[in-house]
């Protein structure tokens, strides 16, 4: 059985630049979530994707967008990166019938892309 | 928006000693009440969890309770062992999404051999 991957595990990237995280889903399962963990803090709700669609969004600004391919893996894209953006982001997959509705099934956490912005 | 809170943040108990943590949470229509560890370097991993129509769910030496008029929950550890020693997450749905968390902002549980 695979678990959810997250790549990479760490990254620093400069104030300004633009970043990509990477999630692949377990397998069978349709729906990837993303949270953000600040240093000491729970994780925050980002965003989820259902079947490619966004199905839901946190109080995060529009330069934090997503992607899910057809093979339900995922991207996090981070536009004009600022310090406080420096966390860890963690994907969760699940496999869900009728989004959000019905008790999920394996809702798994990754073990996270430690991102570093100086 | 939703307010998940979580005491206390640090815990230390001697090993075999019981462990508590409580939370709260403020949106009425949340139904799903996971908790989750998290050892250093890994993700959360799901523990225990309970749905709002349920008052109490044990699973070996972890349970939790919930109150849902109060709108508080309570994870607990008997017997604890060194490797109980991680941080606890509570978190509550979004509404009535199983698949979508607030989360509380984390215990840090230290077993003492």
């Known amino acids: 059985e695979t678990g959810v991957t997250q790549s990479p595990t760490h990254l620093i990237k400069t104030r300004g630049q633009q970043v990509t995280l990477r999630c692949s889903s377990q397998?069978?399962?349709?729906?990837v979530s993303w949270y953000q963990q600040a240093l000491g803090q729970g994780p925050q709700f980002i965003f989820q994707y259902y079947r490619e669609e966004e199905n839901g969004r946190g109080n995060f600004p529009p330069r934090f967008s997503g992607l899910q391919f057809p093979n339900y893996s995922s991207e996090l894209n981070v536009n004009a990166l600022e310090l406080d953006d420096s966390a860890l982001y963690l994907c969760?997959?699940?496999?869900?019938?009728?989004?959000?509705?019905?008790?999920?099934?394996?809702?798994?956490f990754g073990s996270g892309t430690r991102l570093t912005v100086v | 928006g939703e307010n998940v809170e979580q005491h206390p943040s640090t815990l230390s108990v001697q090993e075999g000693d019981s462990a508590v943590i409580k939370c709260t949470y403020s949106?009425?229509?949340?139904?799903?009440f996971p908790w989750y560890k998290q050892e250093l370097g890994k993700g959360p991993q799901l523990i225990i969890d309970i749905r709002s129509n349920v008052g109490e769910k044990k699973d070996q030496r972890i349970a939790v309770t919930l109150n849902k008029t109060a709108k508080h929950f309570s994870l607990h550890i008997t017997e604890t062992q060194p490797e109980d020693s991680a941080v606890y997450f509570c978190a509550a749905s979004m509404g009535y999404n199983f698949n979508k968390f607030y989360f509380g902002s984390g215990t840090k549980l230290n077993v003492k051999p």
């Open positions: 949106d009425s229509a949340s139904n799903y």
């Open positions: 969760a997959s699940s496999l869900d019938l009728t989004p959000g509705l019905t008790p999920n099934y394996g809702y798994t």
């Open positions: 397998s069978g399962h349709n729906t």
